[in-house]
């Protein structure tokens, strides 16, 4: 955990404009971000560039979302934290400065044992 917060402090000292983290789930997201604020790593990347948080609340996301903008048309430069199949990674598009660079924070695969994942695996079989 602290290696993975070391390596954010360093692209928030090197990457210009946005940077973008993407986590697997909501639970991974916030375990993390209090890991490193318990750590000081997010004073430390605050020190280069503004944090922004997905959430769950839309409203609330659109807003951080907004503001993450906001920062890097500015210069501030920020960093969004966000869910890897959440809003901004599905409906948002986040092209030049918004996304000088981009981590991901753990695979988002699909649980095995899904509705969805069952029925793509039968529909497959099936074809075959």
Not at 68 to 77: H, L, P, S, T, V
Request: net charge positive; with cysteine.
């Amino acid at each position: 955990m602290r290696n993975f917060g070391n390596l954010l402090v360093e692209m928030s000292m090197t990457a210009p404009d946005g940077v973008i983290c993407f986590f697997t789930n909501n639970a991974q997201l916030e375990h993390i971000l209090v890991q490193w604020n318990d750590m000081k790593i997010l004073n430390k990347v605050m020190d280069n560039k503004l944090i922004f948080v997905e959430t769950e609340d839309d409203r609330e996301s659109m807003l951080a979302l907004s503001n993450y903008k906001k920062a890097c048309d500015n210069g501030r430069g920020g960093i969004l934290f966000a869910l890897a199949n959440g809003k901004v990674a599905a409906g948002v598009s986040l092209k030049g400065h918004y996304s000088r660079c981009v981590i991901m924070f753990g695979v988002p695969y699909e649980p095995t044992l899904s509705r969805n994942l069952k029925a793509r695996i039968a529909y497959l079989n099936q074809k075959n």
